[in-house]
């Protein structure tokens, strides 16, 4: 008995020219009015003009038979202004005391929408023998959309879209450290934000796919630490940690509350110098990156959106570096350096490419970014005559 084997074959065929112009004019101004009281303000200006030619398809190919899996086509054109302006008023009393709060405004002539966004900041220093600062933040985001983000995967645009709301509440502190006779500085901060209004989207291999719509509500709480300063006298190194938690509801989807495609629960990092003894000059850094993996899933399917989580990030990097510094007027120093990223090789996932077979089922392929890079600069710098 002879087993007969059929071959598979994926096909994404693309034709698509996108052409933008955008231009901008902003001013920004500050007015010392005097030792207590700072007043900032600013406006600006934006026209864009916008082709967007789009011919895609998904083909697959087993057995002879050949079916579209999605296709995409459109010829969209826009051309719209966009106009805002902000005022910001900074009052300090004293040393102990800093309050800033002001206010962003904004219009876009394609969908009518106007736009308000009040802040506020506060920032304490008690009178206490180490010194230490507390900060508070509040306000409300409102981020405009640009044309991607009116373009659904069909290719037609959503004209009536808003933008983008969000609550922030932000709260901090910041302590100086004496730690072997030399300052660190200690940082923390929590933060909640609740948002509405949100354009939700997939990551497809390297693209994000807009559903075009706000029929979606957010939330994302979280919290980052970090230490900096002279672990090794004359060379500033630092250790930072922070964890996140975010989801989001499509009111279309019936799945409730889901893994964002940002929600990267855990993220740690190490910065490290050093240098010769007696030699300043001659220095060595070592730089770590951990990342716990981001959900993923199938594009284009809702009832698995952010099902599967991806493997970690993990990073090492190394570098080297000479400085050489000259007594003419002419040339000043000349920095080298080299470095290997990525040292030990780790394959670390960017994405994933899904691949349909003839009877609906699809699999999920990862693309890894590089293993190791080597880098090397100079830097010159001249010095004045």
Known sequence: MQRKHHRHWDFQFARNRFRATVLGFENRSIWEVNTRNRIEWGAKAGWEQIEDVLGEAVLSDSAGTMTVNSQATAHNQLSTQRFSGYLQHTFSPNNQHRLTYGARMGYWTLNGQWLVSPTLQYAFQPDWEKEVVFKFAAGVYRQPPFYRELRAPSGQLNENLKAQSSLHIIGGAERRLKLWGRDFFLTSEAYYKKLWDVVAYDVENVRLRYYANNYTQAY????????????????????????????????????????RPTDQRLTASVFFQDHLPGNPTLRVYLNGIYGSGLPFGPPRNLNYRSAFTGPSYRRVDIGFSKIFRFQGNTLESLWIGAEVLNLLGSRNVLSYTWIHDIGGSQYAVPNSLSARFLNARMILKLGRE
């Open 220 to 259: 994302a709480f979280g919290g980052d630490i970090r230490l900096s300063g002279e672990f090794v006298k004359g060379a500033e190194s630092w250790f930072s940690l922070g964890v996140l938690n975010t989801k989001e509801d499509l009111s279309f989807d019936q799945q409730g509350h889901v893994r």
